[in-house]
């Protein structure tokens, strides 16, 4: 019985951690090293602003899905037409979801780490490349 309550314990406390991280990046939602903030509209037309990291592989400009909430992300998949202001420049995207080697290649190039994904309880990982309009 006293093995299950520390390992129960454990999981609460792991959980208490990714919630307090996941909790103050949206809060704090930190412009530092390479961010963009996108732009996107959701169903009720009101557009949403988010910071997020950009990557960049090829010559092109990605954002990456790395936590559990990710409205913005579910919000470019509906509405591809996005903006992102990147370096203090607004410019008009296309939000264009990737898989496969291109997916693997961005994530391999622009990998987070392992602590990054212990302290996100490894959600999957989803990249969307921004295409210039």
Do not use: C
Not at 26 to 45: C, K, S, Y
């Amino acid at each position: 019985m006293k093995t299950a309550k520390v390992i129960i314990a454990a999981i609460l406390i792991y959980a208490g951690i990714v919630i307090a991280f996941e909790s103050m990046i949206g809060i704090i939602q930190p412009e530092a090293g390479n961010t963009l903030i996108i732009t996107t509209t959701g169903e009720d037309e009101v557009t949403n602003d988010r910071v997020l990291a950009r990557l960049e592989t090829d010559g092109h400009i990605y954002v990456a899905a790395n936590h559990w909430p990710r409205a913005w992300y579910r919000q470019a998949l509906a509405n591809p037409n996005v903006q992102a202001t990147i370096d203090g420049t607004k410019a008009t995207y296309t939000a264009v979801p990737i898989d496969g080697t291109e997916h693997r290649r961005v994530h391999t190039e622009n990998d987070p780490g392992v602590l990054f994904r212990i302290l996100t309880s490894f959600p999957p990982r989803r990249i969307l490349r921004l295409d210039p309009k």
